[in-house]
């Protein structure tokens, strides 16, 4: 149940209703829990509002759906002069799967409701030169692999989100274009979801500059507490892309295109870009403009068949080395990065502006001219108050994102687990 | 009362207690009359889940604190075969207000709660070349006007909202910084309660671009329904500011200061800006840039002491002639408005580009180029769905905007105006 504020006028309009209220409450005590950790049914109650006996018999209620398990005692005592049992979230029931198709990877990750990883896998592939079809079979092993070791330590796959590199829309979950893939429309949750064997759990697509937005949101949070609310991440390696995060809600725009940064007209004089223009932004900061601003063609860095980590630990060492034409690429890549994260600083004013990706790896040497940018480029002072991060979930960003996606769904609605916590309730 | 949502991990958390279960409950009631128009409590109870004996209360709470009345009998027979009352927003109790400081003129406008305007008034002030404080002065006379006109037909001021060119903390009630007026730091919310009087309304400050957009909002939801979530509106003449909605939202960024799309650096070969920079959007798509490529030095159209609106009826009458020279700067004008606005839609794909201030009144020639940018420059097919359309509010959008925030606190918490509807409960 999401209620308009201020900001909306003409929003919709929803009143509570005695079903609609307890799962409302259900989904409150199970996200206090989450975001608050470990409590006491009294603590609860009072950080709530709701009173006791409606907290233990919420309680009691996620017990049974398996979403949450009492643990330890209260170490301190409470105003009452008894320990109370602390009440915890159960890892162990429900997991969310994420997978991401890249230009040069798949990836699949599961983590569990308390949000640690139980497995985590990212296999080399040039998708570009497979047919869709071929992809997406790996894709549905790796899945399938996840799903298979969820199960095996007697969980159950609350859902599954594909990240994919393009526009995509979640509604119909269809992939409408991801020029660096070279593919055109697909109904990718349809065809993923016949090679899963048609599963019981929810798939859905998502943009993966969004998943790894909401990924890395989310690490900020654990970091910084509630003062983060709005977020840019850029992410990418040949193509770049953007997921931004404002008051505390992923931007998607009207048809689900937001994001798009990679193709900012910034740079009139630019090369061509992957989607057929003149002058796109990843056409001066991609990784393809620093491969060949760095290296000779014949440079065995450029190999598309070699892990994209591998690649960028070699230029890291050349530049580490204090390569000459590795910096001086870095520097023009770096002040480039700054011109287009400017404008979107300007327009967005983001608390915190995350290189991913490829980004964040070359991060120490391209933090400098972009952070310079800001500071000069930004007409609010001080940059308006934002902070230039590395993200540290590397590649993961975006398999992490979807999995937490498919988790928010249970967290919302926790009667989407079934009473006694061995099938997915639909 | 705001619930977060998937794309919200780690929100907020709010239990719904009794006490402000009737509040939601009561703003439910009177939003869905504003969304919905005149109704009888039994369709408002079947359309919001509420029982008809809880609609009847809140309604009755409602008549009381002077917000909704009683209509005509309901035209239709309803299921029961009995015509119902109809209830509807009582316009006349209660009125917000707005009230704009620009580069050359002030304006105020109050609004009452069906949305209908009290009174409105702009006049043509030399801003920029005034103390801030002999403005604040000229301007709390006008917000004392609009109060007064409210109080002569018998109702209360609910808030005033101030408009502002510049970066504005609406949290700390503070203008940061008016390039454009050359204004610095000022705590405008506090001079403007001091000048008047101390009054028991809230006074609050945005930014102009942002009441825009929410004003533009408003009407698009008006014509369009909920299908639009998603807008971008341009405003300015000599200063060009943003307001974007997302999702439903205004987009404010981290501190506040998001919208500066003026001062994205888009033409590194331009001119110097009012902020002091080089290559500022404004600077080739502001007024001045068209004024200085359309006229000559001396040329009266030029004047800033003339109302902006006869200057642009004379460019649009040069125009219409077919003067070389200024359809040649509208052309040009508008390339440069494309090349910005395609950065805009392919970041925040909005259903809706709306052209406010200068650029609604010149939007018959500087449409065109503006959507062929976006046909051409924005990846997602068909530009994203975004539509292009010229604001009819004209320079009246950011009071308007303003009038509705302080209105929007009505809807949000009913109980704000006090039973006897004489006095507004702070």
Redesign the interface.
């Known amino acids: 149940?999401?209620?308009?504020?201020?900001?909306?006028?003409?929003?919709?309009?929803?009143?509570?209703?005695h079903v609609?209220?307890r799962r409302?409450?259900l989904?409150?005590?199970l996200?206090?829990v989450?975001?608050d950790g470990p409590k006491s049914r009294a603590r609860i109650a009072a950080?709530?509002?709701?009173n006791k006996a409606t907290v233990s018999s919420l309680v009691a209620e996620l017990v049974e759906r398996g979403l949450l398990r009492d643990g330890r005692a209260e170490s301190e005592r409470g105003a009452l002069g008894r320990p109370g049992q602390l009440v915890e979230l159960d890892g162990s029931a429900v997991c969310g799967v994420g997978a991401e198709i890249n230009v040069d990877y798949l990836a699949v990750t599961a983590l569990d409701l308390s949000g640690d990883t139980v497995i985590e896998r990212r296999v080399p592939l040039d998708v570009a030169h497979l047919a869709p079809g071929t992809t997406l079979d790996h894709l549905a092993e790796l899945v399938q692999h996840a799903v298979t070791a969820v199960t095996a330590r007697g969980g159950q796959t609350a859902g599954v989100t594909l990240a994919a590199p393009g526009?995509v829309q979640g509604t119909t979950g269809s992939l409408?274009?991801a020029?660096n893939l070279g593919w055109g429309e697909l109904q990718i949750v349809d065809e993923m979801r016949e090679r899963l064997g048609g599963p019981a759990y929810a798939v859905r697509v998502d943009n993966e500059a969004n998943l790894a937005a909401?990924a890395a949101?989310?690490e900020l949070?654990?970091e910084s507490g509630?003062n983060?609310?709005?977020i840019v991440l850029l992410t990418g390696a040949i193509g770049v892309g953007?997921g931004?995060?404002?008051?505390?809600?992923?931007?998607?725009?009207?048809?689900?295109?937001?994001?798009?940064?990679g193709?900012?007209?910034?740079a009139p004089a630019g090369g061509i870009c992957g989607?057929g223009?003149t002058g796109c932004w990843e056409t001066v900061v991609g990784l393809t403009a620093l491969l060949n601003k760095a290296t000779d063609a014949d440079d065995p860095v450029r190999d598309p068949s070699l892990d994209v980590e591998q690649r960028l630990a070699e230029i890291t060492r050349r530049a580490e080395a204090g390569g000459a034409r590795t910096l001086r690429a870095l520097a023009d890549v770096g002040t480039w990065l700054g011109?287009g994260g400017?404008?979107?600083v300007?327009?967005?004013?983001?608390?915190v502006l995350v290189l991913g990706g490829y980004f964040a790896v070359l991060g120490p040497w391209l933090k400098e001219p972009l952070e310079s940018a800001i500071r000069?480029?930004?007409?609010?002072?001080d940059g308006?108050?934002?902070r230039v991060v590395q993200s540290e979930l590397g590649f993961t960003a975006a398999v992490r994102g979807g999995a937490?996606?498919s988790l928010?769904?249970v967290?919302?609605d926790p009667t989407l687990i079934g009473r006694d916590a061995t099938g997915v309730a639909q």
């Not at 149940?1 to 209703?17: C, E, F, K």
């Not at 950080?47 to 709701?50: E, F, H, I, M, S």
């Open positions: 149940m999401t209620l308009t504020d201020g900001s909306r006028p003409g929003g919709g309009v929803v009143a509570a209703d609609s209220l409302n409450n989904s409150v005590v996200r206090h989450r975001s950080d709530t509002g709701l526009l409408k274009l020029p909401l949101y989310s949070r654990k509630s983060v609310e709005d953007g931004m995060v404002a008051g505390g809600h992923l931007l998607r725009g009207g048809r689900g295109f937001s994001g798009e940064v193709h900012m007209p910034v989607c223009r011109i400017a404008i979107l300007n327009i967005l004013n983001p608390d000069d480029r930004v007409i609010a002072p308006g108050g934002c937490q996606i928010d769904q967290f919302l």
